[in-house]
DNA sequence: TTGACAAGTGAACTGCCGTTCACTATAATT
DNA sequence: AATTATAGTGAACGGCAGTTCACTTGTCAA
């Protein structure tokens, strides 16, 4: 029972505090949200920032799960009108799952006070996803789908336009089908400019 | 004598608020850093949410003066080491300048709180760029500069990764050099990609 | 059946939060 | 010289912040 609501805790923790911050949450509302009152929280944790710890120990270990074993590497695309599949996939569950959206704000409002914060945000928002392309664009220039080129500068301009939609739909949740469509079409106009004339 | 205190609390604020968020700073703090004791704020101010509000038309005047009208449009560049010089202008201002390093922030930490830092948020960090130099491509493109393409697309693919760079900057300012260097070889590597042949 | 422990409660504490107010000092206006 | 306005002070406020604690309840092992 006691996991259990310590991981009730930490969920409704993500939860207010990607909405207003860790100073702008406090635990009256916490716990209110959570059905209890306020002091029964310390029979799961010794203070506020202890829970802030937790959180911020949550969200490295998710993310080195999901990103930090070269298991999870997702294939190289066969085609380049695959690429743009592949990452429509990507886009689509990103900016739909709730988990990784309040992940990404609470990076997003906390990035200046925390240094772990900081760390993971940069590699959240930037290092992470190049990292992620670049094997994925050298396999394609192997494969002759990608004209030959430095495939962590083609990562860096393929993600980072990608990445600041995926921001602007954590900004403004109404623009997420537009924001989607834009997706698209960057990515189609990068097969279109950087792929090996004789595929599609 | 009146104005010049305010402004020098809203300076002030900018500064706090744009490394704890606006929770996380309090009228102590505040007032201690302009060297007046707490009550003396509130000759110029109603309420601490009240200098949080001048703090945003400060911020929506400063962003329309600078960007608003088309007076203050950069020239086309006149070759395609023109671009890559005016960015690398335009760059070490935006990441050296210490307002508008501290507006960034703010607007970063509060985007999610506060509808008029969302959307002054979404200006400042993905349309006011790809509006910036639209026009600029355009031109470029007439003069023979640029490949044919839509102007608007090659100005989000430019601007984007240049901003996720700058972003970074904002979080790590001890990557400032290296971030620098990259948005150089980005800029480099957009005209190698984008650059009409027989320009350089 | 008892005892031990984990989970939750409500009242109370300390301290800081934003704000008010009566007051003083200074400067500008008449 | 008298008056008024402005900027700043220090003490005090009500309230809410995070936290503690004695206590009740429910669960399960001995």
Same mark, same amino acid.
């Given at each position: #029972?006691?996991?259990?609501?310590?991981?009730r $805790?930490? /969920?409704?923790? @993500?939860? @207010?505090?990607s %909405?207003?911050?860790?100073a +702008?949450t406090?635990?009256?509302e916490?716990?209110?949200?959570l059905?209890?009152?306020k002091?029964s $929280?310390?029979? !799961?944790?010794?203070s506020?920032e202890e829970?802030?710890n937790?959180l911020?120990?949550?969200m $490295? /270990?998710y993310y080195?799960?999901r990103? +930090?074993?070269?298991?999870?590497?997702?294939?190289?695309?066969d085609?380049?009108?695959g =690429?743009?599949?592949? *990452?429509?996939?990507?886009?689509d569950? *990103?900016?739909?799952?709730?988990?990784?959206i309040?992940? &990404?704000?609470?990076?997003?409002?906390? %990035?200046?006070?925390?240094?772990?914060?900081?760390?993971l945000?940069?590699?959240?928002? @930037?290092t +992470? =996803?190049?990292? @992620?392309?670049t094997p994925?664009? /050298?396999? #394609?220039?192997?494969r002759?789908?990608l &004209? &030959?080129?430095?495939?962590?500068m =083609?990562?860096?301009?393929?993600t980072?336009p990608?990445? /600041?939609l995926?921001h602007l739909?954590? &900004?403004?949740?109404?623009k997420?089908?537009e924001a #989607?469509? %834009?997706?698209?079409?960057f990515?189609? !106009?990068?097969i279109e400019?950087?792929?090996?004339?004789?595929h599609?």
């Open positions: #029972m006691a996991k259990d609501t310590k991981e $805790i930490l /969920a409704t923790a @993500l939860d @207010l505090f %909405q207003a911050g860790y +702008g406090n635990v009256r916490l716990t209110a949200s059905g209890m009152v002091s $929280i310390y029979k !799961h944790f010794e506020k829970i802030w937790a911020l120990d949550n $490295i /270990a080195d799960e990103f +930090g074993s070269p298991d999870h590497l997702p294939p190289v695309p085609s380049l009108e =690429l743009v599949a592949m *990452t429509m996939r990507m886009v569950f *990103t900016i739909h799952d709730e988990k990784v309040k992940t &990404r704000k609470l990076l997003t409002i906390e %990035q200046f006070r925390d240094e772990r914060a900081r760390a945000a940069t590699k959240h928002f @930037l +992470g =996803l190049r990292e @992620l392309f994925i664009f /050298a396999g #394609m220039m192997d002759g789908l &004209r &030959r080129d430095d495939p962590s =083609l990562a860096f301009a393929y980072a990608i990445s /600041a995926i739909c954590d &900004r403004e949740p109404d997420t089908g #989607m469509a %834009q997706i698209e079409a990515s189609r !106009h990068f400019v950087y792929g090996e004339v004789g599609d």
